[in-house]
């Protein structure tokens, strides 16, 4: 019985604009599944949603007719895409994984001589999800007053900008600048 292949996901990592056929290359390690010269992908996250089809894959200068989990890859893409790629962004198998602004997590706080402060309701947080790094508010459960350092704690994020998230992604934060805690996505949220 063979393995089942999960669907391909790559965060984008940086974006290039080669000088030939005015295509965009988005580059990153493939987080899963493979990718095929001819493949549809899908952009996601930070608003993009468009579809292109995969002209080409580099690989450190070399064109490949594929990749797969691990490498690091660089995908040639039409130029009309060009506009809303960035960084933070992923290039997904089309409806595999979608944008959200909100979710329910699990977070850790680090000690505070490690850089953990007290978090309370309403606090501005600075999250990095994958190659993402984004703004996002939180929200303890209702009766919680103050989630302390080296404590964990469900709350609820809400996101300056919509971005690819799953359940189970984990994600690091900062908080007044510093490293504060880790979490991972228990649930995605409207």
């Known amino acids: 019985m063979s393995a089942v292949e999960m669907p391909f996901l790559m965060p984008i990592e940086d974006v290039f604009f080669p000088r030939q056929d005015g295509l965009v290359m988005p580059t990153g390690r493939i987080e899963r599944g493979r990718v095929r010269k001819g493949d549809t992908v899908e952009l996601v996250g930070f608003g993009g949603d468009a579809l292109a089809q995969v002209t080409d894959i580099d690989m450190s200068g070399r064109r490949v007719s594929e990749a797969s989990a691990g ?21 997904a198998a089309p409806g ?72 189970g992604q984990s994600f690091a934060f900062r908080l007044h600048g510093r490293a504060a805690g880790s979490g991972t996505v228990t649930a995605l949220l409207r």
């Open 71 to 91: 490498m690091n890859v660089g995908l040639l893409l039409p130029g009309a895409m060009a506009d809303p790629v960035e960084r933070g962004q992923v290039l």
């Open 96 to 167: 595999s994984i979608g944008a959200h602004i909100a979710f329910a997590a699990e977070i850790m706080l680090l000690s505070e001589e490690q850089g953990g402060a007290e978090v309370h309701t309403g606090e501005s947080l600075d999250l990095y999800i994958r190659a993402t790094a984004v703004g996002g508010v939180v929200t303890l459960p209702q009766g919680t007053g103050t989630l302390q350092p080296l404590h964990t704690g469900a709350v609820t994020v809400r996101l300056e900008r919509a971005v690819a998230l799953e359940e």
